[in-house]
Nanobody, 123 residues
Framework: VQLQASGGGLVQAGGSLKLACAAS????????IGWFRQAPGKEREGISC????????PYANSVKGRFAVSRDNSKKTVWLQMNNLKPEDTAVYYC?????????????????WGRGTQVTVSS
């Protein structure tokens, strides 16, 4: 499974961005998709996940209430809507796929990783 995260950019604090995680060649129907981010000098952080059916969508406390994950299996795409962005959200954002049905914020749970997309939030 090849994944590609896109949609990052530079935005002012309070603004919004919508990231996309697209898969090539295979359907994501039977994969849980996690979103992670890594800021300079910090460890990778799991921030969101969506299970295969889309009815399990946990969020890290740092983004709860501001971010929303969704998926369209027919389009082989998962989105991360990010609202009310803060400077501390600045990081490289990654999506990852696990060939299981449920969610996890642990990196080793995921088998396939996409290239990241840079999100920069200015104050």
């Amino acid at each position: 499974v090849q994944l590609q995260a896109s949609g990052g950019g530079l935005v002012q604090a309070g603004g919004s961005l919508k990231l996309a995680c697209a898969a090539s060649e295979v359907t994501l129907e039977y994969y849980a998709i996690g979103w992670f981010r890594q800021a300079p000098g910090k460890e990778r952080e799991g921030i969101s996940c969506i299970n295969d059916s889309g009815n399990e969508t946990p969020y890290a406390n740092s983004v709860k209430g501001r971010f929303a994950v969704s998926r369209d299996n027919s389009k082989k795409t998962v989105w991360l809507q990010m609202n009310n962005l803060k400077p501390e959200d600045t990081a490289v954002y990654y999506c990852a796929a696990a060939p299981v049905l449920g969610c996890s914020f642990r990196s080793h749970y995921y088998t396939f990783w996409g290239r990241g997309t840079q999100v920069t939030v200015s104050s």
